[in-house]
């Protein structure tokens, strides 16, 4: 199955990919002809440097249809250009980060908690905010970083990795797998906390919905090589096992961890479900 994946997205993508901490090299590969007849070939993209893969049609709604043919699900979301996409949704992590830096600075200076205690209510995954009926914080928190590491690192790797598969699959595609995935990882965060740790765990962060996009990007092309920190050079098929077996590991084990493994392995399980739906036609291209 993933061999027929091998040999067109190669078409598509570049011979050499990059992203922080991890740089790739994609070799020749492959999805499925509806994806194929959208690119055009090109001869190198660097996420670094290279911003860009042009798609040769324009999809919905701008085609043309029959009128025996239906409108995909939601096919209105494809008149939102990418670039409103991809900038929007690094905006919101911005001004939601900048939210959180002035409540902290308030509690600092004033000793106000309000604001900081309407923040945690309403960009916090848990399970108190799910159970008082705060449904979208599943949704708002993948929006949401307290710290500046945090956001650096989840708004770097977004960076880079998510424009490929923005302009790959096309905006509405694109927002069905980042938001879906980070509503998975935030229910996968809230079940395990709730089920197995037996405890409330605040949660936030687009670490999940990034690690959908990751995994989605090994199943296309699972022989794209990623260099560690620039050095280490590690096939794509191994990277995300890896992954998984380390935030498995930690969600069982390290108790004390503040990252949220669980909601990581959520979100690489999401990308891997995408990526069957799409190869099995459960959602249609067009």
Not at 26 to 50: A, G
Not at 194 to 221: E, F, M, Q, R, T
Not at 250 to 258: D, H, Q, R, V
Request: proline letters at 6%.
């Amino acid at each position: 199955m993933l061999s027929l994946c091998h040999r067109a997205l190669g078409r598509a993508l570049s011979s050499s990919v990059r992203f922080p901490p991890l740089q790739c090299s994609r070799r020749p590969s492959s999805f499925s002809s509806t994806i194929v007849q959208r690119l055009r070939p090109q001869p190198q993209v660097r996420f670094f440097t290279s911003p860009t893969l042009k798609a040769r049609g324009r999809p919905y709604p701008h085609r043309a249809y029959q009128n025996h043919q239906k409108p995909p699900f939601l096919g209105f979301l494809d008149r939102i250009p990418q670039n409103t996409v991809f900038w929007g949704i690094i905006t919101i992590n911005g001004v939601v980060f900048f939210a959180w830096t002035l409540t902290k600075q308030r509690v600092k200076s004033e000793g106000v908690i309000e604001p900081l205690r309407w923040m945690m209510d309403n960009f916090t995954s848990s399970w108190k905010n799910f159970s008082e009926g705060r449904i979208w914080t599943l949704i708002t928190a993948t929006f949401s970083h307290q710290h500046i590491p945090h956001i650096l690192v989840n708004g770097f790797t977004f960076y880079f990795m998510a424009k490929p598969v923005l302009e790959l699959f096309g905006t509405r595609k694109f927002l069905f797998l980042y938001m879906g995935g980070g509503l998975i990882a935030s229910l996968v965060s809230l079940g395990w906390h709730k089920l197995v740790d037996h405890k409330d765990v605040s949660s936030l962060g687009a670490s999940g919905a990034i690690y959908s996009v990751v995994s989605l990007l090994a199943c296309l092309a699972p022989t794209m090589t990623f260099h560690l920190y620039g050095i280490i050079p590690i096939p794509a098929w191994l990277v995300v096992p890896g992954l998984f077996a380390y935030d498995t590991y930690s969600a069982m084990y390290n108790k004390e961890g503040t990252t949220d493994a669980a909601g990581h392995v959520g979100g690489l399980l999401a990308g891997i479900a995408y990526y069957l739906a799409l190869r099995f036609r459960i959602f249609r291209m067009s």
